[in-house]
């Protein structure tokens, strides 16, 4: 019966270590910027605020990553090597990576998605598109 208790409280505290410190709970990335021209800035999940953007930065669930005028980012994801370019003025939210779903709130992102990484759904303000392994263009203006 004592071993069962001692099992039992081992048990309850590893958990409750788990529990209180997160087991590890940093995400691991879905990607990296590739390429940074101009002013690009990137708002980690945890942050408040934007910060500027660097070449071969990590990119996460849960990021935010905006371009300015004259500016342009490529992001390669690490899955399978797709790419993800931003146009200038174009803001692009990391939603849920394991879901594979982005939200691009405004500009022009060009996705260059491999058929291994099917089901890429990217929404905006005016509905959602789903890419299938191929390239897909989506602009998104106040118009359109």
């Known amino acids: 019966m004592k071993s069962k208790i001692k099992v039992f409280a081992s048990f309850c505290l590893v958990v409750g270590i788990c529990l209180l410190v997160g087991c590890g709970a940093k995400s691991e990335p879905i990607g990296k910027l590739a390429g940074v021209e101009g002013k690009v800035d990137v708002k980690p999940a945890s942050a408040e605020a934007f910060a500027t953007a660097a070449v071969q930065q990590q990119v996460f669930t849960g990021d935010s990553i905006r371009t300015s005028d004259d ?7 690490i899955s399978d090597n797709s ?3 931003l146009s200038s003025n174009t803001y692009l939210e990391v939603r849920n990576f394991s879901e594979k779903d982005l939200r691009q709130m405004n500009g022009i992102a060009i996705y260059k998605i491999s058929p291994q990484n ?3 759904k990217i929404h905006t303000p005016s509905g959602m598109a789903t ?3 191929t390239t897909l263009r989506i602009d998104v203006s106040d118009k359109e």
């Open 131 to 133: 890419v299938l392994g």
């Open 71 to 77: 500016a342009k980012a490529e992001i390669q994801l």
């Open 83 to 85: 790419r993800i370019v």
């Open 118 to 120: 099917k089901e890429l």
